[in-house]
C-alpha cells in the first residue's frame, strides 16, 4: 500500500510540475513577446548549452511538429525549421539570426543520432576473416604499429606482440565487432608516433617515481612485492578494444553530447568518434601509470576509477574532451 502511495504521488508531482512549466512558459512568452526557442537561442552561447537546452524543449514539446524535428532526415532539416518559423509565427525577416541557431542545433541533435546508427552498424558487424576489407585492415593495424617488423603469417603468434590474446585476433572482435578494428587502425594510422609509443610503454612499462609518502604506507613485505610488481603493462590491442566500449557507452548514453556539441559546429562524424577514442587511449594510458596498479587483475579497477573522471567531466557544459582534434575554431557564433 505504501509503495502504491509513493508511486501515486511520484505520479501526481510529475504532472503538477509539468502543468507548472507550461504556465510558467506561457507567463514568460506574454512578458518578453518571445517563444522558449527564442528565448534559449538568444540567451545562452552556441555550444552543448544551448543544443542542449533547444533538444529538450524541442522533446518535451505537446506539439508533434517539434517532438518530431529532433529524429528528422538532415536533407529535411531547412524545411523543418521553416515549419517551426511558422507553427511559432516567427517572422523570418525579422528575425533572421533564429533560424540559423536552430539549424546549428538541429544538425548536431540529428547528427548525433545518426552517429549512434553508424556506430552501432559497425558494432554489429563481426570481423570475418574471408572479407578481404576485413582482412586488410587487420593487416594494416599490424604495419602502422610494427612498420620495421614483417608480420611472418596471418596466424602467428607475433599477434601478442600488439596485445592480442591468441594467434588469431579475429576472436578479440567478438565484443564490439568491426568497430573496434575501425578505432584501433584509427588511432594507429592517424597518430602514429603516440600510438607507437603507447604500445611500446604496455609491453616495456616505465616505473614512475615513488614519493616517500607513498613508501611510509607499505610494510616491507608489501614494499618488496610493490617493487617487484611496481611496473605493470597491459594488452594493447585488448585495451583498445575495451576503451572502444567504454567509448560507446559514453556514446548511447548521451553523455558524449556534450563533447561533441562544443567540438562540431555541425553534425558528428564517425571521425569525431574516432578521435575521441584517440584521445581516451592517451589519457587512459596515463591514468594507468598513474593509478600504478599492482597487477593486471586490478583493471577493472582502474577502467571503473577512470570512466567515473571522464563522466564527471562530462557533466561540465564547457567541456570538450579533446579541442586539439575538433573543428571548435571554426565553431560560429550563431
Same mark, same amino acid.
Given at each position: 500500500?505504501?509503495?502504491?502511495?509513493?508511486?501515486?504521488?511520484?505520479v501526481?508531482?510529475?504532472?503538477?510540475?509539468?502543468?507548472?512549466?507550461?504556465?510558467?512558459?506561457?507567463?514568460?512568452?506574454?512578458?518578453?513577446?518571445?517563444?522558449?526557442?527564442?528565448?534559449?537561442?538568444?540567451?545562452?552561447?552556441?555550444?552543448?548549452?544551448?543544443?542542449m537546452?533547444?533538444?529538450?524543449?524541442? =522533446? %518535451?514539446?505537446?506539439?508533434?511538429?517539434?517532438?518530431? *524535428?529532433?529524429s528528422? !532526415? @538532415?536533407?529535411?532539416?531547412?524545411? /523543418?525549421? +521553416?515549419?517551426?518559423?511558422?507553427?511559432?509565427?516567427?517572422?523570418?525577416?525579422?528575425?533572421?539570426?533564429?533560424?540559423?541557431?536552430?539549424?546549428?542545433?538541429?544538425?548536431?541533435?540529428?547528427?548525433?543520432?545518426?552517429?549512434?546508427?553508424?556506430?552501432?552498424?559497425?558494432?554489429?558487424?563481426?570481423?570475418?576473416?574471408?572479407?578481404?576489407?576485413?582482412?586488410?585492415?587487420?593487416?594494416?593495424?599490424?604495419?602502422?604499429?610494427?612498420?620495421?617488423?614483417?608480420?611472418?603469417?596471418?596466424?602467428?603468434k607475433?599477434?601478442?606482440?600488439?596485445?592480442?590474446?591468441?594467434?588469431?585476433p579475429?576472436?578479440?572482435?567478438?565484443?564490439?565487432?568491426?568497430?573496434?578494428?575501425?578505432?584501433?587502425?584509427?588511432?594507429?594510422? =592517424? %597518430?602514429?608516433?603516440?600510438?607507437?609509443?603507447?604500445? *611500446?610503454?604496455?609491453? !616495456? @612499462?616505465?616505473?614512475?617515481?615513488? /614519493?616517500? +609518502?607513498?613508501?611510509?604506507?607499505?610494510?616491507?613485505?608489501?614494499?618488496?612485492?610493490?617493487?617487484?610488481?611496481?611496473?605493470?603493462?597491459?594488452?594493447?590491442?585488448?585495451?583498445?578494444?575495451?576503451?572502444?566500449?567504454?567509448?560507446?557507452?559514453?556514446?548511447?548514453?548521451?553523455?558524449?553530447?556534450?563533447?561533441?556539441?562544443?567540438?562540431?559546429?555541425?553534425?558528428?562524424?564517425?571521425?569525431?568518434?574516432?578521435?575521441?577514442?584517440?584521445?581516451?587511449m592517451?589519457?587512459?594510458?596515463?591514468?594507468?601509470?598513474?593509478?600504478?596498479?599492482?597487477?593486471?587483475?586490478?583493471?577493472?579497477?582502474?577502467?571503473?576509477?577512470?570512466?567515473?573522471?571522464?563522466?564527471?567531466?562530462?557533466?561540465?557544459?564547457?567541456?570538450?574532451?579533446?579541442?586539439?582534434?575538433?573543428?571548435?575554431?571554426?565553431?560560429?557564433?550563431?
Amino acid at each position: 500500500m505504501k509503495h502504491f502511495l509513493r508511486m501515486l504521488f511520484q505520479v501526481c508531482l510529475y504532472f503538477y510540475c509539468k502543468f507548472l512549466w507550461r504556465c510558467l512558459k506561457f507567463v514568460m512568452r506574454k512578458l518578453t513577446g518571445r517563444c522558449e526557442l527564442q528565448r534559449i537561442c538568444y540567451s545562452t552561447k552556441p555550444g552543448a548549452s544551448r543544443t542542449m537546452k533547444i533538444e529538450t524543449s524541442l =522533446r %518535451d514539446s505537446k506539439s508533434k511538429l517539434l517532438q518530431t *524535428s529532433v529524429s528528422v !532526415h @538532415p536533407d529535411a532539416i531547412e524545411k /523543418t525549421i +521553416e515549419d517551426i518559423m511558422e507553427l511559432k509565427k516567427i517572422n523570418p525577416d525579422i528575425n533572421p539570426q533564429l533560424g540559423i541557431s536552430l539549424q546549428a542545433c538541429l544538425l548536431q541533435i540529428v547528427g548525433y543520432r545518426n552517429l549512434i546508427a553508424d556506430v552501432e552498424k559497425l558494432r554489429r558487424e563481426p570481423y570475418d576473416s574471408d572479407n578481404p576489407q576485413h582482412e586488410e585492415m587487420l593487416l594494416k593495424l599490424w604495419k602502422f604499429l610494427k612498420p620495421n617488423t614483417p608480420l611472418e603469417s596471418r596466424i602467428s603468434k607475433q599477434w601478442c606482440e600488439i596485445g592480442f590474446q591468441g594467434d588469431d585476433p579475429k576472436t578479440d572482435f567478438r565484443g564490439m565487432g568491426l568497430l573496434g578494428l575501425y578505432n584501433l587502425q584509427y588511432f594507429a594510422e =592517424r %597518430d602514429a608516433a603516440a600510438a607507437q609509443q603507447v604500445l *611500446s610503454d604496455s609491453l !616495456h @612499462p616505465k616505473c614512475r617515481d615513488i /614519493t616517500k +609518502e607513498e613508501t611510509s604506507k607499505f610494510s616491507k613485505v608489501e614494499w618488496e612485492k610493490k617493487r617487484m610488481d611496481k611496473a605493470i603493462g597491459y594488452s594493447f590491442a585488448i585495451v583498445g578494444i575495451n576503451i572502444t566500449d567504454l567509448a560507446y557507452n559514453l556514446l548511447v548514453s548521451g553523455a558524449l553530447k556534450t563533447h561533441f556539441y562544443n567540438i562540431a559546429p555541425e553534425a558528428p562524424t564517425l571521425s569525431h568518434f574516432q578521435q575521441t577514442f584517440c584521445y581516451l587511449m592517451h589519457e587512459f594510458h596515463k591514468f594507468w601509470i598513474e593509478e600504478d596498479p599492482m597487477d593486471i587483475m586490478e583493471f577493472n579497477r582502474v577502467r571503473e576509477k577512470f570512466r567515473k573522471r571522464i563522466i564527471k567531466q562530462l557533466r561540465n557544459p564547457d567541456m570538450a574532451l579533446c579541442p586539439h582534434f575538433a573543428a571548435s575554431e571554426g565553431l560560429i557564433n550563431m
